[in-house]
């Protein structure tokens, strides 16, 4: 029988894959995840511990926003927590020790000096030491650059009742930019290059119906223009 798992066992310091799952799935169902960062990094002004938002995950690397941070990162998952780690407890203060009072009983009275002989003093020669090596500063750690994602681009072809086409560019969750009209043909020659074939159905089928409407226009105004002329040569020619 396989030995059971003790329940106080240590989590582990990164991010699993079962963690990972959770995160997309937490993500595909719209709801925030929050990771926090292992280490400190000093270039974006982040400590340890510094909580962060899961953009999006793929396989082992997590794209998040750390709080106070406008870029989107890329972090591995060894690189991030899922709980915040507790900062350590202080050690508690060792207790003074006891101050000890020690009596001095007086001793024996000194006895009397007796004038020794002077001997001439032996001159001391000082032997200049090498100076201590000092140790080179260690290099700093080389700062972390940002890794910004590209933000994804969509671009919507709008079709009016006038036959009149436009097309608008959004950058990301940014909002879509000023609608800037196109001629029918540069849309249909670029969806053809697409080679989509629903969207070049739909194009198409709207380019035909506005160009039928035309042919019918024309047909109407000179049909009002012939019997304008018809009209005009009943009442006689104008000198």
């Known amino acids: 029988m396989p030995p059971r798992r003790r329940s106080g066992a240590a989590a582990p310091d990164h991010l699993t894959a079962e963690n990972l799952e959770t995160l997309a799935a937490a993500i595909a169902e719209g709801k925030r995840a929050t990771v926090y960062l292992r280490e400190a990094m000093p270039s974006l002004g982040l400590e340890a511990g510094a909580s962060a938002k899961v953009i999006s ?3 082992n690397t997590v794209l998040i ?4 941070v406008d870029d989107e990162l890329p972090f591995e998952a060894e690189e991030l927590l899922m709980r915040r780690t507790p900062a350590p407890k202080p050690a508690p203060a060792a207790p003074a020790a006891p ?3 020690q009596e001095i009983e007086p001793g024996p009275p000194p006895a009397p000096k007796t004038a020794a002989p002077k001997t001439p003093a032996a001159k001391t020669v000082a032997t ?3 100076a201590a090596a000092v140790p080179k500063p260690a290099a700093a750690p080389a700062k972390r650059t940002s890794k910004k994602v590209p933000a994804g681009v ?3 072809i709008h079709a009016g ?3 009149d086409w436009s097309v608008t ?3 990301g969750a940014k909002r879509p930019g000023k609608a800037v009209p196109v001629s029918p043909d540069a849309v249909e020659r670029a969806v053809r290059e697409l080679g989509e074939e629903t969207a070049i159905e739909a194009v198409e089928s709207i380019i035909v119906a506005a160009r039928n409407l035309a ?4 047909d109407e105004l000179s049909r009002q223009l012939e019997d304008a002329r018809k009209a005009l040569e009943a009442l006689g020619a104008v000198e």
């Open 57 to 59: 995950v793929q396989g």
């Open 65 to 68: 926003r750390p709080k106070g």
């Open 99 to 101: 101050a000890v009072h």
């Open 128 to 130: 200049p030491q090498p």
């Open 154 to 156: 969509s671009v919507t």
């Open 161 to 163: 009742a006038d036959n």
């Open 169 to 171: 560019v959004a950058h």
């Open 215 to 218: 042919a019918a226009r024309v």
